[in-house]
């Protein structure tokens, strides 16, 4: 599903740092994505992905996307070329079924990487068919069984540098790879906008934009509900704690994180919001226990489905205010067969579902509708 670790001088050559540069057109602005940027050309469309893996600075991968009846230009000798539309693609990453779904090309699909975290009903009922196969997962990657598959492209997900090392192992098979970085947005938003550089991969630009259109009108009508009613009626705002301990390390969102900015967009008063960073940390059981005196609601605890299952993790939760007195919600309400959560996947590209779930919890009766991604721990 992911992949990782370390890079070299010589890589950041390979990936085109070239002394002849084709020409391009002024790039298209995003909205609220940062990590990525599109440029249209009358011959190509440039993908540049910026710092593509955590602490990556200062780093740019340049993608370049060529009609499949067009020649490919002498500008573009020995940079990453792309025949587009793409029609068979291998996804390391649930996230990147999301934008596929949404782009309703799933049929493209033909590998993945952890079929056991995917919580796609047609993908998994293709995988029941062997219409598609699991190509192994992280240093593991099946190279052998990715070249039968013949993709036109492997979206590879980077959490560091050593994702370098299997793109360049494809590249060398003759297979296109490109890194999708989606997830260092800070922006629910940001995140969901991926969906104009994955649909440029398949000529559907249009239909990304009309996607992204109407998933940020829908998230800022919600956002806009909360602020107007925390304004008229001076509500006390709920602090949120999040997490539980994962192998004996309490990781937590960073204070400018994906997570921290849906709980404030939803009206909640996020704990760990002082932390100044995008990605997580870690936090001692003794923090976990001051933030547990102060929160209203604890959210997001792993796999934990009930408030028995809890205490049979860790007996300390019993000291918790919040365990006691407190609400209790998880984000476990769509999990798929074999155990992936589905929070992950297409929460990726409807993060307007989950700003709704967040303020059907925090603020109950302000809007409509019921739990999707969230269930209550009782």
Known sequence: MRIFWLIS???????????????????VANDYAQNFQIERNEDFTKLT????????????LEYYLVERNRSIPDTLAAQSII???????????????????????IEAVRGVSGLRYISNSTLNDRLKREEVVD????????????????????????VDSDVTGPVRKLEELGI???????YLEESPLGKTEWIKFV???????????????RTEKEYNRLKSMVEANTRRNHVKVPQVMVGSPYRDSWWVPGGK????????????????????????Y?????????????ADYWINMGNLGSKKEIMASDQRFGKFRVYNQGKIYNNIGRMGIHGGNDFWESGTVNPQRILQDLILIFYPGLVEGELYYYKEIL
């Not at 992905?49 to 740019?60: E, H, L, Q, Y």
């Not at 649909?199 to 259109?213: H, I, S």
């Open 49 to 60: 992905v910026f710092n593509p893996w955590g602490k990556a600075k200062k780093i740019s």
């Open 135 to 158: 190509v192994g997962y992280g240093q593991q990657l099946n190279y052998e069984l990715i070249v039968r598959l013949d993709p036109d492209l492997v979206m590879v997900y980077g």
């Open 83 to 105: 025949r587009i539309p793409v029609k068979r693609v291998v996804c390391l990453s649930t996230t990147h079924i999301a934008f596929l779904d949404a782009l309703e090309e």
């Open 282 to 294: 870690i936090i001692s059981f003794e923090n976990a226990l001051a933030w547990a005196s102060e």
């Open 257 to 280: 994180s994906y997570l921290a900015n849906l709980i404030a967009d939803a009206g909640g008063d996020y704990l760990g919001k002082k932390n100044s960073s995008h990605e997580s």
């Open 176 to 182: 296109p790879a490109i890194v999708i970085g989606e």
């Open 199 to 213: 649909g440029a991969l398949f000529q559907k630009e249009k239909e990304a934009g009309v996607y992204f259109n």
């Open 9 to 27: 001088i010589g890589i950041f050559l390979f990936y085109g740092c070239h002394q002849h540069q084709p020409q391009e057109s002024d790039p």
